[in-house]
């Protein structure tokens, strides 16, 4: 069985954004250090992770349906 | 000249004007406030206080109203936040506060206007470059607004003088460049009990959250405090004007309702953005 999921990488984590980001098939008990890890983002620029607006961690498994968004940590003032 | 001169001059100054919508009020011109500030011998804030409280409206807030009421204006005019930063940020958002009618700014800054502060810092200009940031705000503010009484700390907030800096303060707007310093406003305000606005922008990015003392605060943003970087993605992508600006509006916005003591803030969640497709998402934190 494959899940799908919509995945949305901010800010300097966008080039790491993968062509099917909006239908992105996973294996059922993929977390989201298993995404960071085959996409190659650096995994301290994981920093911030959500799914579905709500915020959880590296270890945290998807759901079929989930939207994860990761964003990278930022400075700027 | 006492106060009840004060209120016979306020009420021999104000006319009768109609808004937009038809509604009548009683306004105040600033060169009538001018004449009071000076005959009175009483300052802007003051002038701009007492006519609020007796129902006149000085006229430069009258695009306030009804968004604001009489009794919130007056409670932004008795107000007072500290701006910690006075760069992209601050220096947008202190213009803004100043504007809105926040009557006491205390700006900390311990920088000097750059080159690169050119792109996008309010304040930064081809006269001003080399010279303070908050002193440089602090003159432009008194153009804009003479009823707001700034404070300025031309100098980097430290453990050690950051009580002073935030000390009866209604709200802390972080507009500074560096986790380290974030931190030490953090300290600060949780010692003192004071709300803090906090917001960071990379390139097209930016994150705004409102953190009371008893919050997690930052480690929710950016993790382990202790071994957290110092900057983030801003070192690769920069800091694009509209960006700042838009991130230092919701700061704005945000430390309006803090002041008001309104619901619905950004306490608990974290509004990012990305204008490169046009996202905005807020968050839950917890």
Not at chain 2, 63 to 88: D, F, H, I, P, W
Request: one cysteine or more; a negative charge.
């Amino acid at each position: 069985m494959t899940l799908h999921i919509t995945l949305k990488l901010f800010a300097t984590l966008r080039t790491y954004t993968p062509a099917d980001a909006d239908h992105y098939a996973i294996a059922p008990g993929t977390t989201v250090a298993d995404i960071v890890r085959d996409l190659n983002i650096p995994p301290k620029d994981a920093k911030l992770i959500f799914i579905n607006s709500i915020r959880k961690e590296l270890e945290t498994p998807l759901a079929d349906g989930d939207r994860l968004g990761i964003f990278p940590p930022v400075g700027g003032g | 000249m006492t106060t009840p001169d004060l209120m016979e001059g306020l009420a021999r100054a104000a006319v009768d004007r109609l808004r937009a919508d038809g509604t009548a009020y009683r306004s105040l011109s600033s060169v009538a406030e001018r004449q009071l500030v000076r005959q009175c011998n009483q300052s802007f804030r003051r002038v701009e206080l007492t006519a609020l409280d007796m129902g006149i409206v000085p006229e430069r807030y009258t695009r306030n109203m009804a968004t604001l009421s009489m009794a919130e204006q007056y409670r932004l005019l008795e107000a007072k936040a500290c701006v910690v930063g006075v760069g992209g940020l601050g220096g947008s958002v202190a213009e803004i506060l100043a504007r809105l009618g926040v009557g006491q700014l205390t700006l900390v800054d311990g920088d000097y206007f750059e080159d690169s502060n050119l792109n996008r810092q309010r304040f930064a200009d081809t006269t001003t470059l080399g010279k303070p940031k908050a002193a440089v705000a602090r003159k432009a503010i008194a153009a804009i607004n003479p009823a707001v009484e700034v404070t300025v700390w031309s100098e980097i907030m430290t453990a050690e003088n950051a009580a002073g800096m935030v000390a009866e303060t209604d709200v802390a707007i972080d507009c500074l460049d560096t986790l380290q310093a974030r931190i030490v406003l953090q300290g600060a305000c949780r010692r003192q009990k004071i709300p803090m606005v906090s917001a960071a922008v990379a390139g097209v990015s930016g994150q705004i959250t409102v953190i009371y003392p008893e919050d997690e605060g930052l480690s929710a943003l950016y993790g382990d405090l202790s071994t957290a970087a110092d900057r983030g993605a801003e070192l690769t992508l920069g800091n694009l004007p509209f960006s700042v600006n838009l991130l230092a509006c919701l700061e704005c916005s945000e430390a309006v309702k803090v002041i008001l003591k309104q619901a619905s803030t950004l306490r608990g969640q974290l509004m990012i953005f990305d204008l490169a497709d046009l996202t905005f998402e807020t968050v839950q934190l917890a």
